[in-house]
């Protein structure tokens, strides 16, 4: 193998991110030349529109990140001191943090073995009188079971808010994620498959939650109401006309990138699934798009010969394979949580304090520690000859296990 000195599968590199053209030059150079940089403009109203049609929503909402999307969404709902929100622990700390930061508490649910998204029967099973909503993740822009997820929240009576960060334009039963539950969020940050750079997007179906979003995210003003009149404890969370102009661009070549993304990822699936102790995540029948910010695939330790997972990671980045091994801990697990340790989460006010280290979900673990690897999103955007170089790469670190365990 190439970590041991041999020769790389690979030494030529996958397609650059982000991907720009003239059209995002002509957008930056408009907005430039406008004078008008920030409140007043045009362009973020305009992405707004834009981005919450594509998602088949009513309303849409530019923030300054995924972040302050989730925030604001909490926020707008109601959702504060001691209530209790179900969310996955396979996800980026922002999905828990931002619960944290309206002082309400994040509980953990378990994930789906060969889907890594949240297991909705286990985030039933954690819905208590403190439960105020469910927060699924549409990991790697793999929508989640929206069907379960929807029926476990309104039996009780739960908010569902998605997190859809890594998922534009991903549907479930053909309905694009986001504008299913009753809020949604996205995120642009510069790894994103639509970016500009940094900044969010809310979507919703709902008026009244658009209006109390619209509010929270300027300062507390009203749509139609004076500059000085604040009716909300709102920050100012606005997207740049920069930012919008750039975003509508991005769209504009979105599909035909997330085309090449599924081709490429089912073509990886029936490849990969030949290779001894590589799992492709499940296939499902109701998803009908997935974005693919990531292409997630599941590794068998003992398949090659007990090494782990970041040896495989490491053996097929020196293969000139930028493959990494993802969230390496569950989000109950991260050093963060301490900072929350006295508020919110054993405030004698709120009731039951939360003590995370008595959590253990298996199946999250053993995609943190053992099994959970990931493909970017921009190595989908190759050629066929590119996906194949990934193919002999890995027969290439599976037919050399044992030097793998070695080294």
């Known amino acids: 193998m190439a970590l041991n000195g041999g020769q790389a599968t690979r030494t030529k590199p996958f397609p650059g991110w982000p991907v720009y053209g003239p059209e995002e030059h002509e957008a930056l150079k408009k907005v430039l030349e406008s004078g008008v940089w920030g409140v007043g403009g045009e362009e973020k109203k305009k992405i707004e529109e834009k981005f919450a049609a594509y ?123 986001g504008a299913i539950g009753d809020m949604g969020v996205f995120s ?81 699936d029936r490849e990969l699934s030949k290779v001894d102790g590589i799992m492709p995540l499940r296939r499902s029948q109701h998803i009908t798009r997935h974005a693919y910010h990531l292409y997630i695939f599941r590794m068998i330790p003992e398949s090659f010969a007990g090494a782990s997972k970041d040896s495989l990671a490491k053996a097929l980045q020196a293969e000139g394979i930028p493959a990494s091994a993802g969230y390496s801990r569950p989000l109950y697990k991260e050093p963060y949580l301490e900072y929350f340790k006295r508020c919110p989460l054993s405030c004698p006010r709120y009731g039951r304090p939360m003590d995370y280290s008595q959590i253990s979900l298996p199946v999250t673990e053993r995609a943190c520690y053992t099994e959970g690897l990931w493909l970017r999103q921009y190595v989908l955007l190759g050629t066929r000859d590119d996906m194949d170089d990934v193919v002999e790469a890995f027969h290439k670190v599976r037919d050399n296990a044992e030097e793998l365990s070695a080294h």
């Open 55 to 177: 998602q088949q929503a009513r309303f849409g909402l530019t923030t300054t990140s995924g972040t302050t999307a989730l925030e604001v969404s909490l926020r707008a709902m109601g959702i504060g001191c001691g209530d209790e929100v179900i969310v996955p622990a396979y996800t980026f700390m922002a999905t828990a943090t931002a619960i944290l930061y309206v002082n309400a508490i994040p509980v953990f649910a378990d994930i789906e073995p060969d889907t890594y998204n949240i297991d909705p029967a286990n985030a039933e099973s954690l819905v208590t009188e403190k439960t105020k909503g469910i927060l699924p993740v549409h990991i790697g822009g793999r929508p989640a079971d929206m069907d379960a997820v929807k029926a476990a929240a309104h039996e009780d009576g739960l908010f569902v808010l998605e997190d859809a960060a890594q998922a534009w334009g991903a549907e479930w039963r053909g309905k694009r994620v």
């Open 188 to 268: 642009f940050q510069a790894s994103k498959n639509m970016t500009s750079g940094e900044g969010g997007m809310i979507v919703t179906n709902n008026e009244d939650l658009y209006a109390k979003a619209w509010s929270l995210h300027n300062c507390g003003r009203l749509p139609e109401g004076e500059w000085y009149e604040h009716h909300l404890p709102g920050s100012n969370l606005r997207m740049t006309e920069f930012q919008a102009a750039v975003l509508q661009a991005q769209l504009a070549r979105l599909d035909q990138q997330t085309e090449t993304r599924m081709r490429n990822a089912a073509y990886l």
